[in-house]
């Protein structure tokens, strides 16, 4: 698909992104004036149709950033993960796609001066620390959202993006998981608990909440 050199045009299409070898499917709207991009990196199982990042995404659209939400894995993959349950934890696979999607933004005229933060989710909040911390010259903010920021392993202590990390309250094993790995970034962090909510933030106003918080977090750190 030919890409637009209308940056000042509102833009919501489909992309299709060339990453690692692979073509990945993505949802691609940047609001006219944006100021900045924000890369969803989903858990598998959860791709750019999902309900969950597409309520944050238009939450994060209506405070002026553009959103990329893409598929980190192929339609076979996809298939292959449900079967064995092996690819969702595959980070250097997952990593390795959403650095060539964060260089693709780069290469678009309709992205590629817009400061650039990544939201992640479940497994794919990983995959975003470990690209935050290989393309620290790019990524200025991250967010996940019920990660595994554990499984990033030692690219935490690379990691000089200011990170916010979103547990719900009740999701008390990957809380104490998101504690102890906030440990290991030296840069700006913050752990913010969302009160009464599981894993994948069911409850009632769960999800406001974490797009609000994360819309505030870009809002102050993604800048020209």
Not at 1 to 10: I, K, V, Y
Request: hydrophobic share 45%.
């Amino acid at each position: 698909m030919s890409d637009s050199n209308e940056t000042t045009a509102t833009l919501d299409r489909d992309v299709a992104i060339t990453a690692a070898g692979v073509r990945l499917e993505g949802i691609l709207a940047v609001p006219a004036g944006a100021h900045g991009l924000v890369v969803f990196a989903h858990g598998t199982g959860s791709g750019r149709h999902s309900s969950r990042n597409q309520h944050v995404a238009h939450r994060l659209q209506a405070k002026n950033l553009g959103t990329l939400l893409f598929d980190l894995l192929t339609a076979a993959e996809e298939a292959e993960e449900r079967a064995t349950g092996r690819l969702r934890f595959d980070i250097g696979l997952l990593a390795s796609r959403l650095g060539a999607t964060v260089e693709w933004c780069r290469a678009q005229p309709a992205t590629r001066a817009l400061p650039l933060g990544l939201f992640g989710a479940s497994t794919g909040a990983a995959a975003a620390l470990v690209v935050a911390a290989q393309h620290a010259d790019i990524v200025q903010a991250v967010v996940s959202r019920g990660g595994r920021p554990d499984l990033a392993g030692a690219a935490l202590r690379q990691v000089r993006a200011p990170t916010m990390l979103i547990v719900g309250g009740d999701d008390l094993h990957v809380l104490d998981l998101n504690l102890e790995a906030s440990h290991s970034i030296p840069g700006v962090k913050e752990v913010r608990v969302i009160p009464g909510a599981s894993h994948l933030f069911e409850e009632p106003g769960a999800l406001d909440q974490v797009a609000a918080a994360a819309g505030l977090w870009f809002a102050r750190y993604l800048k020209p």
